[in-house]
Every structure is written in C-alpha cells, then in structure tokens.
C-alpha cells in the first residue's frame, strides 16, 4: 500500500515530515529569539515591546506545538533536540540584543524566513493533497503577513 492511513501518498508524506521538522526547528529558535528579546529589550519603547514580544514568544509556543502534532498525524517524528534545531535552522540567532530597532529588526527577518519556509511547504502540501497541512500553513502566512506589515509600519 503506498497510501498512509490518511490516504496520502507516503513518499511526498515523508517529505511533508521533513519540511515540518524544518519548519518546527525554525520555530524553535525564533521562540527562543523572542524570549531573549523579551527578557533584554531597554529604554523608552520597553513596556509596549515587552508585553509583544509576550504575545509573539507565547503564540510561536502555539505554532511550535501545531507543528510537531502534525508531524505526528503524518506519522513523522517531530525533531525535539536543540542540537537537532541548531543544524537546521536557517532563522538567525539574536544575542544579546535590547534595542528596540534591532530587537524588530530581527523578528522581521525571522518572520520573512519562516514565512519562506511555509510557502515551500504549502506548495508541497498542496502537490500532495494534504489539506490539513495547507490549511496551518496558510493560516500562519495570513497572520505572520499581517504581523511583518504591522512591524514594518513600526520601523516607519
């Protein structure tokens, strides 16, 4: 039988796996990109950008989670090591950053990265009939959309 028990073909399945365990390594390091931001962030724009950076780590924390359970409906193994994250992710790492300009600067370019990363696999998931997948993925590009036009109009 080359169909799961979601009547899916298991090779671009398989794939779909791969791509999400991508994805979900990409997640991984921008929720930790947002704690730091969160716990670092200073000066005048600290009270608006801590309570955000609030909704953004505890939102990721949301998709983080929809992501490994759908690997799992897929029958993958969602990746669950940070030294596994840490090869694969292409989202860049924030160190030490508490500048408002640059904390936003950096979950712009985490979101554009993500929002690559998605579009790929909406594309996949759409070549393999995967609905359930398509579904989250355009349901995070709508959003993370919003979210970069949002950010933009901040960084003016």
């Known amino acids: 039988m080359n169909t799961t028990i979601l009547g899916l073909d298991k090779k671009k399945t398989a794939n779909l796996v791969i791509d999400l365990n991508g994805l979900l390594a990409n997640f991984q390091v921008y929720y930790q990109n947002l704690r730091g931001l969160h716990w670092n962030i200073k000066g005048k724009n600290f009270f608006d950008l801590h309570i955000k950076f609030e909704e953004f780590y505890t939102d990721s924390q949301e998709k983080i989670d929809l992501i490994a ?11 669950h090591t940070f030294e596994e994250y840490s090869k694969i992710a292409t989202v860049p790492v924030g160190i030490n950053i508490s500048k408002d300009v640059e904390a936003v600067k950096l979950v712009v370019t985490s979101l554009s990265e993500l929002l690559k990363i998605e579009r790929a696999i909406l594309n996949s998931s ?31």
């Open 69 to 79: 359970e759908r690997i799992l409906t897929l029958e993958g193994v969602p990746m």
């Open 126 to 156: 759409d070549d393999a009939n995967d609905e359930g997948t398509n579904s989250m993925m355009s349901d995070f590009i709508a959003e993370q959309e919003k979210t970069l036009w949002m950010l933009n109009s901040w960084l003016g």
